[in-house]
């Protein structure tokens, strides 16, 4: 229905790529990488501090999959990630042609109607070493986690190549729930989807 896994151009997402920012209730952050995939009835967009999003997330899959213990996972994820960064992963439960809005639902509930959509923010403190892979150490110590309680996202430009919108949210962290406002621009990531 939407994109399949051809041979597009990857975003390595470079320097006006992928664009955007995220205001909070204290402050803003830039977008560094934003990219997509798209396939079914969903779209999945990731925006992060990092440069280059989508290769560096294409690395780290590649090098897992060859992977035998949790010392060799450690070393894909340092491979391909910097020690701390966050990302944000949306999904979206889309129709043809694809909504202008779409409305948040909780992160514990399964997304069953087109226009809705769930996003998650993850922080990554440190990098993921093999006390992490092999269940030793606490994930609390490595990552902190947030998701979206409420909210709009406004679809302004939608291609095989380009995702462009807004969002006004409601992100709950374990110390209370923020206000935030994303704006993206994000590229469609060929080898993520072959991946998939």
């Known amino acids: 229905m939407f994109v399949s896994a051809r041979s597009l151009a990857l975003c390595a997402v470079l320097s006006g790529c992928g664009v955007g920012k995220i205001r909070w209730d204290d402050g803003s952050e830039p977008i560094r990488s934003a990219w997509f995939i798209a396939e079914d009835e969903r779209i999945r967009l990731f925006l992060s501090d990092i440069d280059d999003g989508c290769t560096q997330q294409v690395a780290f899959l590649e090098a897992l999959e060859s992977t035998e213990t949790p010392t060799d996972q450690a070393a894909a994820w340092s491979s391909a990630y910097p020690e701390a960064f966050w990302l944000v992963d949306i999904t979206?439960?889309?129709?043809?042609?694809v909504e202008s809005t779409y409305h948040s639902t909780e992160s514990n509930v399964v997304l069953s109607e087109s226009g809705q959509f769930r996003a998650s923010l993850t922080r990554y403190s440190q990098a993921l070493d093999e006390a992490y892979w092999s269940g030793a150490g606490n994930p609390d110590d490595y990552t902190?986690?947030?998701?979206?309680?409420?909210?709009?996202?406004?679809?302004?430009?939608?291609?095989?190549t380009q995702l462009k919108g807004?969002?006004?949210?409601?992100?709950t962290f374990d110390s209370g729930e923020e206000s935030a406002e994303i704006s993206f621009h994000a590229e469609f990531c060929a080898e993520f989807a072959e991946l998939q």
């Open 92 to 97: 979206f439960l889309t129709d043809e042609p």
């Open 144 to 160: 902190q986690l947030a998701s979206s309680t409420g909210g709009d996202v406004e679809i302004q430009k939608f291609t095989e």
């Open 166 to 171: 807004r969002s006004e949210s409601e992100i």
